[in-house]
Structure formats: C-alpha cells, structure tokens
C-alpha cells in the first residue's frame, strides 16, 4: 500500500473519531497540533486503525509514534507482513 | 531547605555567583557544581535523605545505559522491571509501609481475626514521589526507545537532583530537561529578569495568599463540629485557594529559579480555577505530574485494555486516578479523593457528546460560567476528603456543612479578621483571570510598561509580602508528598 493511501484513509478514521469533518492530516501532523487528539481519542483512533487496516500493533510500536507519518509507515510495515 | 526562609535567600546568590562566575568556564565543572549545591540544598533537611537520592540516580543511570544498549527484548524488560522496583520500593517502604501494614489490621479485624504486626518509625523523605517519578520517566522512555540513554554521568545526577525542582516538581521528563544540561549555557538578562519576576509572584502567592488562609483552614478543619454549615464552606474554600497559592506558588519560585541558570522548566499550573470541567482542571492542574501519569501509566493501562472498548478506557482513567489520589499520601482520604476524579472523569466520557449538544443550545457565556463554576463546586467537594484528617472526619465535615445552618452567615470565630482575605482573594482571581493566557501571572512585556510602572508593581509586591504576608515559616504543603 502506498504511503499516500495510507495517510488518506487515516485522515478519514481521525476526521469520524475526532468529529472534525475538516480535518486534514499531513505526515508532520503531531497530536500538538490537533487539540481533540488527547489520549482519551489516540486510543480510539488506534483501534480504529487496527480493524480498519486488519493489523495489530504491539505496546512499544504505539509508544514510539510521534507523528502520523511514523503511523503511516507503520501501518505499511505491518500491512505488508 | 525552604524556599521561604532566611537559608535559602543566602544560598540562592551564593550559589548563582559561583555558577556564572566561578565555574562557567567548562560545562562539566558548572554541571559538577551543580549537583554539589543540589546536595547541600536537600541534604539541610537530613543528610540520610542523600543515600536514597544517590540510589535512585545511580540504579537508573545504570539501567538507562544496559536496556539501551541490550537488543533482547527479554533482557530489556528485566533491567526496566528492575529500576521500576528499586524505585517503587524505596517509594513504598519509605511512604507507605506503615499505611498497608495498617490497613491489612483493620481489614482482618473485620473478619474478627486480630493480627499483630508493628509498624516502623520512619521518616518521610523529603520530595521522594517527586524524584522517584522523574528517574523513572527516563527509564521507561529509553526502554520505549523515545530516548537515547546518556553516558554523561554528571549530567544525570545533575539532571535528577536539581535543586530548584527537586522536592516538588515541576516532574520533568528527561526528553525536556536532561539535554538542557549537555548544552553550555548563556546568561540571558531578559530571561533572569523574567525568573525574579515570577519567583516574586510565587513568593507573593505562597506567604500571602497561602499562609494567610492557612491559620482559617486549620482551625476550621480541626474543629468543624465546633462550626457552622457556611463557615465551613468558607473554609473549604479557602483551603482552595490555599493549596493553590502553596502549590502553584512553589512551583513558580522553582521555574524562576531554574531561568536564573539558563533552564527552562515545564510550565506547572495554568490558572486551574478557571477550567470548564474535571478533565479541563487536569490539564492546568500540577500539569507534570497528570503528564507523567497519563504518559506512564494511563496510556499502558489504555493500550492493554483497548480491546474492551470504552470500559477500558474508563477502567484505566479511574485506575489512574485513584493511584493519583494515593501518590499524595498513604491515607484513604487521598485515595477517595482520587477515586471521585476517576469517577467525574469517567462521566464526561460517556457524556461528551451530550455537552457539546447542550453547550451549542446555550449562550457561550451562560454556559462557560456555569460549568466553570460547577467545575469549582466539585472540586471543593473533593477537598474535603483531601484536607480532613480520615474519612470519618471528612464525613462529619460534611454532615456539618449540610445543615440549616449552611444559610447563617459564616463566622470564623479565631481571633483574626477575615476581611484581609476576603478582600485579597477576589483581587487575586482577577488579576489572575487578566493574565490567564500568560505562562505566569507576572510575565509582562517590558516594552509595553515602562520602567517606573513595573517597579512600583514590583514594590507593591513586596510590601504586601512585608506588610500582610504570615512570616511564621510556614512550609510547603507538597514537600510531604
């Protein structure tokens, strides 16, 4: 799956979770920058993430997201194995 | 050694010369130095409080150094699991030994079993919940790999000791602080100017504010059968405005003095009393501590429990918060106090929506003063268990306070006028309010004031700390914990 892709689909899971329906997601977007992303939603959107993609992330991959580009990748790499 | 006291007024320009002047030459030489006036500044309250310090910085830099360089993941869990018990364990034997053996006594005798066991004459280290949770923070973050573990041993223990923030926060995660240390740094007048600014206000918030609540506060709690329903709630809510004037207060003194050395800390407090709900005062309320716990253990416990759907994620908040309430101290007061943010928390989860339906049918300001306002009542509720002395006098404050005479005008019969108060504070709330989007109330624009201006507003600070400040050296509320 190309990153691209990736980041379009993830955009539409952050935009149901979040209930922002203009939000645009780039890869740089931190949970910084978007004030409804706190730890309460991240966890939504992670396991919304998981169904919507049909993987499953371990404990330390989650903790060393920083932005939604490490989520994309990581997506990827997940998707592919 | 106190903020507020004669000691610490003459170790802060020692130490501020030598660190400038003395050994700024090389940066592991002012680093080194550093951690020598850190020790001295704990070691004045008992010099046995160094060993466990001393433990904690040298087991985590060691753990740092192996899980980092270790690439078995067994391995790695081992040595984290390791540090995380050294710490918890010199954090549970020193703080809550004789709560547990206690509470195991009064569970059996429930049962009619009588047990003997005898708890210990310990003391309570100074700051030790503070300092255990920062060196743990960097354990678990090189475990997570969020972090490159330091080889830089004076850094470390300069890192886990600083003086300023060392016995009551802010609780800095090594990502912010501990690289501050590896860079040289440069005086910075505006900077210095800015941490006498705020370490004035906090100074302000703590000997006037705070102190002068505290002689109402004590003598209402200790004898609230003595009181009436609306005295009681005075007092209640003074308490409030006395935990934040020592706590916020403290902490501004500390990150005043962190910039007088070129550090920048974690801002702590974000005006908390003008939050519109639970989760709002949370995230202005002693924000280094709910970082750390919703970073370090909310966030775990969120991620494990994800499969349960939203009963996870209230099943975390209130472990969370419970948790939170018994950080404070080892008594049930502090864990109910907890257990009822959990609570209130797991609420405006599940109602989240509803209340943005609600808030977009009512005016913005109708709305916004009612919840903050419900927000201040909810708080205060909880404050009672967090200032009574057990659960069973939190209840007879209660008891008290719900009576008909609630509707009596309050009388806080101590021998001091209560008009200094009840003045000062609504003066400082609107202060406050004014300055609410500022990092401190006292962060001013220097071009925007003149020099005159700013002086007399330095001098009316201080001679409201001379004249109404309670000189009786009264210590922090937070060093206890």
């Not at chain 2, 006594?105 to 066991?117: C, E, K, P, Q």
């Not at chain 2, 000791?161 to 090594?174: D, K």
């Not at chain 2, 472990?319 to 939170?324: A, G, N, R, V």
Request: charge should be positive.
């Amino acid at each position: 799956m190309e990153l691209n892709d990736i980041l379009q689909q993830l955009n539409e899971i952050f935009k149901d979770i979040l209930d922002l329906d203009t939000l645009v997601l780039t890869p740089e977007t931190t949970a910084r920058d978007v004030e409804e992303w706190d730890s309460l939603s991240h966890i939504q959107i992670i396991v919304a993430a998981e169904k919507h993609f049909k993987i499953r992330l371990t404990a330390q991959e989650i903790q060393a997201l920083e932005n939604v580009g490490d989520m994309c990748k990581l997506v990827q790499k997940k998707s592919a194995q | 050694m106190q903020f507020n006291s004669i000691t610490f007024a003459l170790f802060l320009p020692i130490v501020f010369i030598l660190y400038w002047f003395v050994f700024n030459q090389k940066l592991r030489w002012q680093n080194l130095f550093l951690v020598v006036a850190s020790y001295v500044f704990y070691g004045w309250w008992d010099w046995r409080f160094l060993i466990l310090l001393f433990i904690s910085s040298l087991s985590d830099f060691i753990f740092g150094y192996l899980i980092d360089k270790e690439s078995r993941q067994f391995r790695r869990k081992t040595f984290l699991i390791l540090s995380i018990c050294i710490n918890l364990g010199m954090l549970g034997f020193f703080k809550y030994y004789n709560f547990f053996v206690d509470s195991f006594i009064d569970l059996f005798s429930l049962f009619g079993i009588r047990l003997h066991a005898s708890t210990l004459q310990i003391i309570l280290p100074v700051g030790i919940s503070f300092y255990t949770f920062q060196s743990m923070s960097y354990t678990i973050s090189v475990y997570w790999r969020q972090l490159k573990s330091t080889k830089d041993i004076v850094s470390f223990f300069s890192y886990l000791s600083f003086f300023p923030q060392l016995v009551a926060g802010p609780i800095e995660t090594a990502n912010n602080l501990l690289p501050q240390f590896t860079k040289k740094r440069v005086f910075d007048y505006a900077k210095a100017a800015d941490g006498m600014r705020q370490i004035l206000w906090g100074l302000f918030k703590k000997i006037v504010i705070a102190d002068n609540c505290a002689g109402f506060v004590d003598s209402i709690f200790s004898n609230y059968s003595q009181h009436s329903g609306s005295t009681l709630v005075f007092g209640v809510i003074l308490f409030a405005f006395q935990i934040y004037g020592d706590f916020s207060g403290y902490s501004d003194i500390a990150i005043g003095t962190a910039r007088l050395f070129g550090f920048e800390l974690m801002q702590n407090f974000r005006f908390p009393y003008f939050s519109k709900s639970i989760t709002e005062i949370w995230r202005r309320w002693h924000i280094s501590l709910s970082n750390w716990l919703r970073d370090y253990l909310y966030t775990p416990l969120a991620i494990s429990t994800r499969n349960w759907g939203l009963a996870g994620i209230l099943f975390s908040s209130i472990i969370t918060f419970t948790l939170c309430g018994l950080w404070h101290g080892a008594n049930w007061v502090y864990v109910v106090f907890g257990l009822l943010h959990g609570l209130a928390l797991s609420y405006e989860i599940l109602t989240r929506k509803q209340r943005k339906k609600w808030s977009k049918k009512t005016p913005v300001f109708i709305y916004d003063s009612l919840s903050m306002l419900l927000t201040f009542i909810f708080w205060n509720i909880t404050l009672v268990f967090f200032r009574s002395a057990s659960i069973h006098d939190a209840l007879g404050y209660f008891k008290g306070m719900f009576s008909t005479s609630l509707f009596s005008a309050p009388h806080p019969d101590i021998g001091v006028n209560p008009l200094t108060i009840s003045v000062l504070i609504p003066l400082f709330i609107i202060f406050e309010w004014m300055q609410r989007d500022k990092q401190h109330a006292m962060q001013i624009d220097s071009t925007r004031m003149s020099r005159p201006v700013r002086w007399a507003c330095y001098f009316l600070l201080i001679f409201l700390i001379g004249m109404l400040g309670n000189t009786g050296d009264v210590p922090f509320i937070y060093f206890q914990f």
